[in-house]
């Protein structure tokens, strides 16, 4: 059999990895002359072996999902953040500068520039390129100060609790603002050194311990205790 060569490249469930005749490894399952993939992950095609490397805690952009990102890089006229995905965010010049403008770069990097942090909702999404990222809404755009965290995209529910009561009693008994993205990626604010501490632990136990019946009575024990 002719040596085929390495590819690897992001795919999602269902998504096509190649014809070829090959011995089916992690995370594939054969449709027909097809093989496709069952998870989130990376294609991996190397000699008579096919597979996918899964990616845990990875991000599947949805439309109006608000999320957290970090600017990755300036682009033309468009910003390029890590969202916690396989894809990275695409937000645009004229998002921030209006329709029709045309800023510099040096503009562009006064606004936005790498390693700053934005609040921005998925505006647009299809699979077939890049998330478009949007900070035009009420209460997005630059996060100016506090610690970035990451928990898995499917414990955001859990963290926030029923009608936002978990993530409620972890600001009110740490003294803290917490800005939740519903890609896993969280942003905990505080003037206090003990608050941070507290609300940084309850967030990480939310993410280890969300299969927990007593969870909350865990969190608030902890939140009441004396020290972290």
Same mark, same amino acid.
């Given at each position: 059999?002719?040596?085929?060569?390495?590819?690897?490249?992001?795919?999602?469930?269902?998504?096509?990895?190649?014809?070829?005749?090959?011995?089916?490894?992690?995370?594939?399952?054969?449709?027909?002359?097809?093989?496709?993939?069952?998870?989130?992950?990376?294609?991996?095609?190397?000699?008579?072996?096919?597979?996918?490397?899964?990616?845990?805690?990875?991000?599947?952009?949805?439309?109006?999902?608000?999320?957290?990102?970090?600017?990755?890089?300036?682009?033309?006229?468009?910003?390029?953040?890590?969202?916690? /995905? +396989?894809?990275?965010?695409?937000?645009?010049?004229?998002?921030?500068?209006?329709?029709?403008?045309?800023?510099?770069?040096?503009?562009?990097?006064?606004?936005?520039?790498?390693?700053?942090?934005?609040?921005?909702?998925?505006?647009?999404?299809?699979?077939?390129?890049?998330?478009?990222?949007?900070?035009?809404?009420?209460?997005?755009?630059?996060?100016?100060?506090?610690?970035?965290?990451?928990? /898995?995209?499917?414990?955001?529910?859990?963290?926030?609790?029923?009608?936002?009561?978990?993530?409620?009693?972890?600001?009110?008994?740490?003294?803290?603002?917490?800005?939740?993205?519903?890609?896993?990626?969280?942003?905990?604010? +505080?003037?206090?050194?003990?608050?941070?501490?507290?609300?940084?632990?309850?967030?990480?136990?939310?993410?280890?311990?969300?299969?927990?019946?007593?969870?909350?009575?865990?969190?608030?024990?902890?939140?009441?205790?004396?020290?972290?």
């Amino acid at each position: 059999m002719k040596k085929l060569e390495s590819k690897k490249r992001y795919v999602l469930p269902g998504d096509f990895i190649t014809t070829a005749p090959l011995r089916l490894q992690d995370n594939v399952v054969l449709e027909g002359k097809r093989i496709v993939s069952t998870t989130i992950g990376l294609s991996d095609i190397s000699d008579d072996n096919a597979r996918v490397l899964s990616l845990t805690g990875i991000y599947l952009p949805k439309i109006d999902d608000l999320v957290i990102g970090t600017i990755k890089s300036v682009s033309g006229n468009s910003w390029f953040a890590d969202i916690n /995905s +396989c894809y990275q965010g695409m937000l645009l010049g004229q998002d921030v500068f209006g329709r029709g403008s045309y800023p510099t770069m040096d503009e562009m990097k006064a606004r936005l520039d790498k390693g700053d942090i934005i609040y921005a909702r998925i505006a647009n999404y299809d699979r077939q390129r890049e998330p478009l990222i949007s900070i035009a809404d009420k209460n997005l755009g630059k996060i100016d100060s506090g610690e970035l965290i990451k928990i /898995s995209p499917t414990k955001i529910p859990r963290l926030i609790g029923k009608r936002g009561s978990m993530i409620q009693t972890i600001e009110a008994s740490t003294n803290s603002t917490i800005t939740i993205g519903q890609n896993g990626l969280v942003v905990v604010s +505080c003037d206090e050194t003990n608050g941070l501490l507290k609300a940084l632990l309850a967030i990480r136990m939310v993410d280890e311990q969300a299969h927990l019946v007593d969870l909350t009575d865990r969190v608030k024990k902890m939140l009441e205790s004396d020290g972290v």
